[in-house]
T-cell receptor, first 112, second 114 residues
Framework: DAKTTQPTSMDCAEGRAANLPCNHS???????VYWYRQIHSQGPQYIIH???NNETNEMASLIITEDRKSSTLILPHATLRDTAVYYC?????????????FGKGTRLSVIA | GAGVSQTPSNKVTEKGKYVELRCDPI?????LYWYRQSLGQGPEFLIY????????DSGLPNDRFFAVRPEGSVSTLKIQRTERGDSAVYLC????????????FGQGTRLTVV
């Protein structure tokens, strides 16, 4: 079972920041937070991951609360091509035998 | 291309038939994963290979499903006596190592059992 809860859907105006929340209140010390997205009719695409510190890459920023029980994925300037289902996943970073477990994710609609 | 390749992209089969779905991972990736995805749901884990061996097959729904990766590269997912409930998109992913959470997914094979 997925260890995360996310809103079912969100809208965002084109050009604005999209802030996607995720709750992972049972996260353990070895578990990383991963974000993937899935554009219609494509396979999931890796976005970003982090353990404790906030992370930023060319796609997004990941803000993890100090207690690590929740996080927010930020797309700073959403475009229509960012419309997708976004999955927040926690995964043990020390175990080589733990697959990614997907929940239902958040369907983000970027509106012109 | 350099990505994960899955063939066929679409497969229609009759109930009761046997099907094979192929996955070509990214060269050098030792970990390979199979998922299936039904409409409106997130991908559901089926099986994971580390090299040639299945490290975790706990997601296979029953013994009609089987997967192999004989040379540690290409993998084949095999479904016997297909049922209409097997209709889904079957996704394959690979990662450089089993510790890496950055997995690269293929476009999937859409299986329809009629």
């Amino acid at each position: 079972d997925a260890k995360t809860t996310q809103p079912t859907s969100m809208d965002c105006a084109e050009g604005r920041a999209a802030n996607l929340p995720c709750n992972h209140s049972t996260i353990s010390g070895n578990e990383y937070v991963y974000w993937y997205r899935q554009i219609h009719s494509q396979g999931p695409q890796y976005i970003i991951h982090g353990l404790k510190n906030n992370e930023t890459n060319e796609m997004a920023s990941l803000i993890i609360t100090e207690d690590r029980k929740s996080s927010t994925l930020i797309l700073p300037h959403a475009t229509l091509r960012d419309t997708a289902v976004y999955y927040c996943i926690v995964r043990d970073g020390n175990s080589g035998n733990t697959p990614l477990v997907f929940g239902k994710g958040t369907r983000l609609s970027v509106i012109a | 291309g350099a990505g994960v390749s899955q063939t066929p992209s679409n497969k229609v089969t009759e109930k009761g038939k046997y099907v094979e779905l192929r996955c070509d991972p990214i060269s050098g990736h030792t970990a390979l994963y199979w998922y299936r995805q039904s409409l409106g749901q997130g991908p559901e884990f089926l099986i994971y290979f580390q090299g040639t061996g299945a490290a975790d097959d706990s997601g296979l729904p029953n013994d009609r499903f089987f997967a192999v990766r004989p040379e540690g590269s290409v993998s084949t997912l095999k479904i016997q006596r297909t049922e209409r409930g097997d209709s889904a998109v079957y996704l394959c992913a690979s990662s450089l190592t089993s510790l890496s959470g950055e997995a690269f997914f293929g476009q999937g094979t859409r299986l329809t059992v009629v």
